[in-house]
Each structure stands twice: as structure tokens, then as C-alpha cells.
């Protein structure tokens, strides 16, 4: 049983997303801070979205997708570079790679940052979407946490 946990300085589990991290604000991710990675894990992703869009947009808004981490980094810091770090992100639904910001569009939204401990590396090109990342993650998952924020327009 692993002990995966997804944290973040800026904000506690359940509060409100700071704004400056907003998609019409500085639209940089939160910093993340990562622990308890299980030993069976080669890479992590981080899957961000928005479950509250169901209504407004039709669907669950895909605002960050990362995958590829290496499993011992123990710190995503604000305003990341994915690339850098030799990851890949794939395309949220905003038609950009990298991360997008909470935009809701008509009240408080719940975003979730999910995190997975993977026992393979997942290997997809950039443009991949969420649903290709779930598929490739599929009976590979050894672990996974969950953040979640709240951010009103």
C-alpha cells in the first residue's frame, strides 16, 4: 500500500486556488509538492480539471495534462517547465499545451490536481488528450492522490 501524497504550498487541500494562478490572471500552475512515491513507480503523471464545467461547457474541462515525471522529483515548482524536466504535456481544452488556469465561466469551481504513480512510462506524443493518457496509464496505476482547490470567477 503506498502512501502517495500531492500537497501544495500555495494552497490546503479544499481551499481556494490563489488567483494569480487563474487562466485571465498569470496563468502559471501551482506550485506541488510530492511525497510517499511508491518504489514500484517509473514515472508519474498529473492530470488537472475542471469536473463543476459539466454544465457550462458540456463536458469535464482538461486544464493540465503531465506525464513522463520522473518518479523521484519531489517538487513542481510554480510556473514549471515541463519540458525541462524531460516530461511531456499534453493538450488541454483550451487547444495549448502546458498548463491552463481555472477560467469558470459562471460560479465556484472544484478543480482536481490528480496524481499517479505509473509502473511503466507512458511514451505519448504531445498530442495526446486526456483520454489517450488513460488508456496508456490502464492496469499500470500503482498509486494515486488527489488535490483539490476551489477558484470563482
Do not use: C
Amino acid at each position: 500500500m503506498s502512501d502517495l501524497r500531492l500537497s501544495s504550498p500555495a494552497f490546503d487541500d479544499g481551499d481556494r486556488i490563489p488567483e494569480a494562478y487563474g487562466y485571465t490572471e498569470r496563468n502559471v500552475n501551482p506550485p506541488l509538492t510530492i511525497a510517499g512515491v511508491p518504489a514500484a513507480a517509473e514515472s508519474l503523471a498529473l492530470i488537472v480539471d475542471d469536473p463543476d464545467a459539466r454544465e457550462p461547457a458540456g463536458k469535464v474541462w482538461d486544464h493540465w495534462l503531465v506525464w513522463d515525471v520522473p518518479p523521484d522529483i519531489a517538487e513542481i515548482p510554480e510556473d514549471w517547465s515541463a519540458d525541462a524536466a524531460g516530461t511531456t504535456e499534453g493538450q488541454n481544452d483550451f487547444g495549448e499545451h502546458g498548463y491552463g488556469g481555472p477560467n469558470p465561466p459562471d460560479r465556484e469551481h472544484t478543480y482536481q490536481f490528480r496524481l499517479y504513480a505509473v509502473d511503466t512510462t507512458v511514451g505519448l506524443s504531445a498530442s495526446a488528450d486526456k483520454g489517450d493518457l488513460q488508456d496508456a496509464m490502464t492496469g499500470h496505476v500503482v498509486a494515486d492522490a488527489t488535490l483539490e482547490g476551489t477558484y470563482a470567477p
